[in-house]
T-cell receptor, first 113, second 115 residues
Framework: GENVEQHPSTLSVQEGDSAVIKCTYS??????FPWYKQELGKRPQLIID?????GEKKDQRIAVTLNKTAKHFSLHITETQPEDSAVYFC????????????FGTGTRLLVSP | EAQVTQNPRYLITVTGKKLTVTCSQN?????MSWYRQDPGLGLRQIYY???????DKGDVPEGYKVSRKEKRNFPLILESPSPNQTSLYFC??????????????FGPGTRLTVL
């Protein structure tokens, strides 16, 4: 009930296509939802985040949408490029003071030229 | 340069031999945390610390200890490592503003193998 479910686990697209990754959660007491990108052999790095008081946030080719009623949030990447190939993790803060960060299991995105 | 550092980066050890993985950040962050990353399981939180002398368990704390005697350091201690603790470990830190959490900055990772 406190975990984050992330789908799909793998996603293959052609360069220029869009990619969408979705995460769902069940605990409504969360207010911060970050997305991290991890390239092969590297550390995770934040690419975009959203707080519960907004429904959508965009940063160039990347956008995140949040539906608090349905308890899901999604990452949208448009005009994908080969350098977008990586593992993407969603996460959410939970805990009485939102002290714990819970990650999804990751989505391996492969963008083919 | 603002960063989180971990040492060692790679470690091969044997069952039962105590070890410590150090973590240090130079960004004056209040919040620090340890995660382990295993294939198919994503990143799972081991322990976290809200500030000096304040630590608490994450989702997978068994077999690990931590301490936060100084704001910049947050070592991870394995008193008696076992093979199921073979994993990739990440330390991370972030600032906290009005109980609102922010970007976690990750260290480079420590790949631990317990034989």
């Amino acid at each position: 009930g406190e975990n984050v479910e992330q789908h799909p686990s793998t996603l293959s697209v052609q360069e220029g296509d869009s990619a969408v990754i979705k995460c769902t959660y069940s605990d409504s007491a969360s207010n911060y939802f970050p997305w991290y990108k991890q390239e092969l052999g590297k550390r995770p790095q934040l690419i975009i985040d959203i707080r519960s008081n907004v429904g959508e946030k965009k940063d160039q080719r990347i956008a995140v949408t949040l539906n608090k009623t349905a308890k899901h949030f999604s990452l949208h990447i448009t005009e994908t490029q080969p350098e977008d190939s990586a593992v993407y993790f969603c996460a959410r803060w939970r805990g009485t003071g939102f002290q714990k960060l819970v990650f999804g299991t990751g989505t391996r995105l492969l963008v083919s030229p | 340069e603002a960063q989180v550092t971990q040492n060692p980066r790679y470690l091969i050890t044997v069952t039962g031999k105590k070890l410590t993985v150090t973590c240090s950040q130079n960004m004056n962050h209040e919040y620090m945390s340890w995660y382990r990353q295993d294939p198919g399981l994503g990143l799972r939180q081991i322990y976290y610390s809200m500030n000096v002398e304040v630590t608490d368990k994450g989702d997978v704390p068994e077999g690990y200890k931590v301490s936060r005697k100084e704001k910049r350091n947050f070592p991870l201690i394995l008193e008696s490592p076992s093979p199921n603790q073979t994993s990739l470990y990440f330390c991370a830190s972030s600032w906290v503003e009005n109980l609102s959490y922010n970007e976690q900055f990750f260290g480079p990772g420590t790949r631990l193998t317990v034989l």
